[in-house]
T-cell receptor, first 112, second 114 residues
Framework: GENVEQHPSTLSVQEGDSAVIKCTYSDSASNYFPWYKQELGKGPQLIID?????GEKKDQRIAVTLNKTAKHFSLHITETQPEDSAVYFC???????????FGAGTRLFVKA | NAGVTQTPKFRILKIGQSMTLQCTQD?????MYWYRQDPGMGLKLIYY???????DKGEVPNGYNVSRSTTEDFPLRLELAAPSQTSVYFC?????????????FGPGTRLTVT
């Protein structure tokens, strides 16, 4: 079946450093790629997304890049802060818009 | 707006018991979803609904049933609970499948089947 691979599973950085999380998807029909942040005991929350007709999108310290040919997309967090510590999930959604395939998640630790 | 609410927060079931997980959203969203999240894993779609009276299976529907009698409510029913259904269950909703299909998630229900 369709899947989304996410790496790394765990990432530890010093406060102020950058963090990069990478995902690869298999379904060529995927055209919407959201990133979610999940804090302990809470549901995931959308932090940024990108559509297939765009190569890069930025929102303050967070950016996402998409390479549709290679079926890769990445999350970049600059100037990390302790409150960025959480689990981050990438996802891919097909053109039908219903079936979201999530990556396995990356646990990010930002050390003060 | 309360957003997406789920009850209960925690539940322990014995093997073979049944229960209903409740989900309500007050954002007038047409689309609603149920996911399960196993430890260290991403979310898997169980069922989804595109409007009142319309539901369809996701990736892992076996052992579950849903109904959607109103726009606001989307309960998930577990019949004959099994240990493999031990998981955290999230309900989500979204306004539209096109454009920015942001899904809003509830806080989750942690279910243990022993």
């Amino acid at each position: 079946g369709e899947n989304v691979e996410q790496h790394p599973s765990t990432l530890s950085v010093q406060e102020g450093d950058s963090a990069v999380i990478k995902c690869t998807y298999s379904d060529s029909a995927s055209n919407y790629f959201p990133w979610y942040k999940q804090e302990l005991g809470k549901g995931p929350q959308l932090i940024i997304d990108i559509r297939s007709n765009v190569g890069e999108k930025k929102d303050q310290r967070i950016a996402v890049t998409l390479n549709k040919t290679a079926k890769h997309f990445s999350l970049h967090i600059t100037e990390t802060q302790p409150e960025d510590s959480a689990v981050y999930f990438c996802a891919a959604i097909d053109t039908g818009g219903f079936k979201t395939i999530f990556g396995a998640g990356t646990r990010l630790f930002v050390k003060a | 707006n309360a957003g997406v609410t789920q009850t209960p927060k925690f539940r322990i079931l014995k093997i073979g018991q049944s229960m209903t997980l409740q989900c309500t959203q007050d954002m007038n969203h047409n689309y609603m979803y149920w996911y399960r999240q196993d430890p260290g894993m991403g979310l898997k779609l169980i069922y989804y609904s595109v409007g009142a009276g319309i539901t369809d299976k996701g990736e892992v529907p076996n052992g579950y049933n849903v109904s959607r009698s109103t726009t606001e409510d989307f309960p998930l029913r577990l019949e004959l609970a099994a240990p493999s259904q031990t998981s955290v269950y999230f309900c989500a909703s979204s306004y539209t499948r096109t454009g920015n299909n942001e899904q809003y998630f509830g806080p989750g229900t942690r279910l243990t089947v022993t």
